[in-house]
């Protein structure tokens, strides 16, 4: 994608952009470890350090100072948005903000295009590592929505992730018959999806390609990912129940979700987005509308109020008129150093009641 005006107002994104990610067991995909750039530093698992500017202390859950084992800690799980994509630097993300203005290790958990099951994985990981967790935020929700809507993944088991056709296509591609390869990569995606081609004889294929297809029952994309989602919720309510820690769920940002007049800057990243992201993915984010926030947000709360879990939906803060046309995104769903200040600042007004 061509990012000229998407540069000129935000030069780090070069950096964001260029960074790729390493497959990984269990969260099929991590950001690299140990990146040391100007704009971000990764630790040994892949977190992005906190960096807390009020006294001058730098850390990772993976790297922090033995002196701070007993003091009050945060943890914020999410995607992109929580490991502060479009921030020009650790200092600058909702986690070193939030650091700076309470009394709490605040750690950095977010994981770029992680869904609610690969994050709620991702914390079982590392959940020994913390000493006194008190909260945890978890800043996500728009991801799931999405993927309910990009992908054809229909099993009411999985969850659509990124990276999932790249992932099917090196797990099931052909390794050891050139018969077997050069129909695999000549077969139309949905002949190609009906065969298991590291299992399959020749017989089974034939009869795959020449039968009907049976039909599957595509779930109600609606509501799917509510029920995953709640399920996966409900986990979360168990392991802070067992750890002793408070959860927030903040519903991230997404531009189309919110009211505010577009900056001047806003104006012009977003045509330039309209114009060079691929079609697909446009009509995707341009298909997710205010209806479905509303929907979304009064889904969340109801589900955290089920759970005692606390709820704020940043969309709504960004629409208070104070705001005027305040420039905040980068991008559809990511934020600037400004944006990511004011998401902590609303987060400290919650936490401190």
């Not at 000129?8 to 991590?30: A, G, R």
């Not at 009907?212 to 799917?224: I, L, Q, R, S, V």
């Not at 986990?235 to 903040?250: M, T, Y």
């Not at 709820?311 to 705001?323: A, G, H, R, V």
């Amino acid at each position: 994608m061509k990012s000229k005006i998407r540069y000129k107002f935000s030069p780090q994104l070069k950096i964001y952009d260029k960074m790729l990610n390493n497959w990984k067991p269990y969260v099929m995909f991590k950001q690299p470890q140990n990146t040391n750039n100007q704009i971000f530093k990764t630790d040994k698992f892949g977190m992005r350090y906190t960096n807390n500017k009020k006294t001058s202390e730098t850390y990772s859950l993976f790297n922090f100072p033995e002196k701070n084992l007993d003091k009050k800690q945060i943890a914020i799980v999410g995607g992109s948005t929580a490991f502060g994509v479009g921030a020009t630097d650790d200092s600058k993300t909702i986690s070193s903000f939030l650091a700076s203005n309470i009394d709490y290790d605040v750690f950095n958990l977010g994981f770029r295009a992680f869904n609610h099951f690969q994050e709620l994985i991702m914390f079982q990981q590392v959940m020994h590592k913390f000493n006194n967790l008190k909260y945890v935020i978890l800043f996500s929700g728009f991801n799931d929505i999405f993927f309910s809507k990009y992908t054809q993944n229909s099993d009411e088991n999985d969850i659509p992730f990124f990276f999932e056709s790249e992932f099917n296509h090196r797990m099931n591609y052909p390794q050891n018959s050139i018969s077997k390869s050069l129909l695999y990569n000549i077969l139309p995606k949905n002949f190609s999806e009906r065969i298991n081609w590291t299992g399959d004889n020749k017989s089974q294929i034939f009869k795959k390609l020449f039968n009907k297809a049976p039909k599957t029952e595509k779930e109600n994309e609606k509501d799917e990912w509510k029920k995953k989602y709640e399920r996966n919720l409900n986990i979360w309510k168990i392991i802070s129940q067992s750890l002793n820690f408070k959860i927030i769920f903040a519903l991230q940002p997404f531009i189309n979700w919110t009211s505010k007049e577009f900056s001047e800057e806003e104006k012009l990243i977003f045509e330039e987005i309209k114009d060079n992201n691929s079609e697909k993915v446009m009509n995707v984010l341009n298909s997710i509308k205010k209806k479905e926030h509303y929907d979304a947000s009064n889904f969340f709360k109801q589900v955290c109020e089920n759970n005692k879990f606390d709820f704020i939906d940043t969309n709504n803060f960004i629409n208070n008129e104070t705001y005027g046309k305040k420039w905040f995104f980068v991008d559809s769903v990511h934020l600037n150093d400004y944006g990511y200040s004011e998401t902590a600042n609303h987060l400290t007004k919650l936490i401190n009641g």
